[in-house]
């Protein structure tokens, strides 16, 4: 693997963290934020263990939340609509409309999230629904 320390333009997921975390407990790394030098938009990778989901339940965004399923099968719910999207699905949660997701299944899910336009810095833009 190569180096990437000290390059501003490389963010790195910080695998050690997330082995040394027990399987049945949620990890999410920021990746990217207006905190980290973004002006446009946030990336986090997240790793659901089963059972688990959307810590604030169904919920609004002010942005856009797009997730991409990297491993597992997560189950969403955008208003009453639900599906089961599994690895390589791109998943588009529109601003201000109800949504959630959820592990159904007895392995773990990973995915990456982005949302657009960034939330300022210390404003999660995240409200229940």
Not at 42 to 54: D, E, M, N
Not at 97 to 102: I, K, T, Y
Request: some cysteine; aromatic content about 10%.
């Amino acid at each position: 693997m190569t180096d990437t320390t000290g390059f501003e333009y490389v963010r790195s997921v910080d695998f050690a963290a997330l082995e040394e975390l027990p399987s049945d407990k949620r990890f999410s790394q920021v990746l990217l934020d207006r905190a980290s030098g973004a002006e446009h938009c946030t990336a986090a990778y997240i790793r659901t263990p089963a059972g688990g989901g959307s810590p604030e339940g169904m919920h609004v965004h002010d942005f856009e939340q797009v997730f991409y399923v990297l491993d597992g099968t997560m189950t969403v719910q955008i208003g009453d609509d639900r599906q089961e999207v599994s690895s390589g699905s791109l998943i588009v949660f529109p601003a201000g409309q109800p949504h959630r997701n959820w592990n159904a299944t007895d392995t773990p899910t990973i995915h990456l999230a982005f949302a657009a336009p960034a939330p300022k810095v210390g404003d999660k833009g995240t409200y229940p629904a």
